[in-house]
Structure formats: C-alpha cells, structure tokens
C-alpha cells in the first residue's frame, strides 16, 4: 500500500487514541474519536475499521487487568457475552463488507434518544448491584444473546459499542455501573480479537499504524479504569449521556447532512 503518516499524522493519532482510550475504559465511545482522527490524517478508508479494531486488543487487555484487581468484573456474565461477542463480531465484520452501514445507523437514531431517556429517568440505575436477584438460566442466557447481539454490533459498525455494552449489563443483568464497565471491557477484548482477525483475513489492517497508537490507547485505557474505580457513577453516568449525545448527531450528519 503506498500510504504512509508523517510524525504530525502520528502524533494526532497517539494522542486521539490515548483521549479515546480514557473514554473507552469507562463509558464506552472511544471511536467517536478515532474514527475522525483517521479520515483527518488521510488514512485509506477501507483500512479504517480493522487498523482501529487491532489497535485497542492491548488496551481492552489494560482496562481488564485494573477492574479484576478491583473486583469490579461480574466473571459470570462477562465471561459468556465476551465469547459469544467474538462470534458475533465475526459475522457482524461480515455484513460491513457486504450490507451499507445507513440501515442500521436509521436504527440507532431512533434507539438512542431512547437510551436517554432511561438514563435521566431512572436516577438510580447503576447505582447498586443487584445481579443476585437472577437465576443462573438467566444469566447464562442473557449473556448469550446480548453477547452475540453485541459482538455483531461491533463488527458492523462499532460505534460506541462499549457504551451500549454497559448499558445492557446495567439495565439486563442488574449490574452497577463500574462492574459494567469492567465487564464491558471483557467483551471488548474478545469482540475486538475477533473482529480484527476477519478484516486481517482480508488484507485490511494497516500494521505500521497499530503498533504506535496502540500505546496511546492503552495509557488512557489505564488511566480511564482507574478514574472509572476511583469516582464510580458520578463520572461515568455524565459521560455515557455525552457520548450518546455525540453519536446521535453523528448519525443525523452520517443520514441527512453530508
């Protein structure tokens, strides 16, 4: 490929990875902010989404270590949805090759403000967990199909995937919603595995760039646990209504401005 970034290019990227990284540890979203930083730099598009996939795999890895040290990962669950994601991602990277990506962005317009909703009206949701009230049936079950659900997601489109993992395991599973960041990040790591392995199948990861952005992305990731431990509800929630609202009004610039 005749494409190569020159050390501005680099540094736009590492420090994009490294805010994404921060925001993806705790509230899920990072790639409404790597996403652009790749059509900035002049990135080839079609390389866009495997490069971006294989350069968060170490820093999902990062975010993981931090919450399990903490206690803050619910294995029972996380475990099931991570492994049933990297199937689904595979199938989810699938149909990005085969299907446009518009019918599922007219999808999420109207899902999102939804989700909203929810979040404001609900003043105590993740506040406490409350997975116990479960059986075992249901949660190896819902793990199975929000994990699979999820995995396509991801492999599809991706944006803010980790968000709407957490909001799942918040709203479903009963979790609080540090827990449910730490388990979001177990999915993550398998979905992102899985997904760039299918796009690395096909020839559409930029190595070179993975390597250098990779260590932007586990730094924030590392620092983005951390304050997702240290403050709880009261920096994530904020957060996770922000980046709701930023993929919101990239869908409506996506479906009916550009």
Known sequence: ??????????????????LAGIIDASAGGGGLITLPAFLLVGFPVHMIG????????VGAGTAVIRYARQKKIFWQTAVFAGVLSLFGSYFG?????????????IIMVIILPLAAVVIFARKDIGSQNNA??????????????????????????GAAAGTFMIFGFVLVNKLDIVTASGNSRVMALFSSAGTTITFAMEGLVYWPVVLWVTLGYMTGSWIGSGLALTRGAKFIKPLFIVVLSLLFIRLIFSLFIK
Request: charged share 10%.
């Open 50 to 57: 495997g490069t971006n996939m294989a350069s968060t795999i």
């Open 93 to 105: 990277a699938r149909l990005n090759i085969w299907i446009p990506e518009k019918y599922l962005q």
């Open 132 to 157: 116990e009230v479960l059986t075992l049936f249901q949660k190896v079950m819902f793990s199975i199909i929000f994990g699979f659900a999820m995995g396509v997601y991801e492999g599809f489109y």
């Open 1 to 18: 490929m005749n494409f190569s970034l020159g050390f501005s290019g680099f540094v736009i990227m590492i420090v994009c990875f490294f």
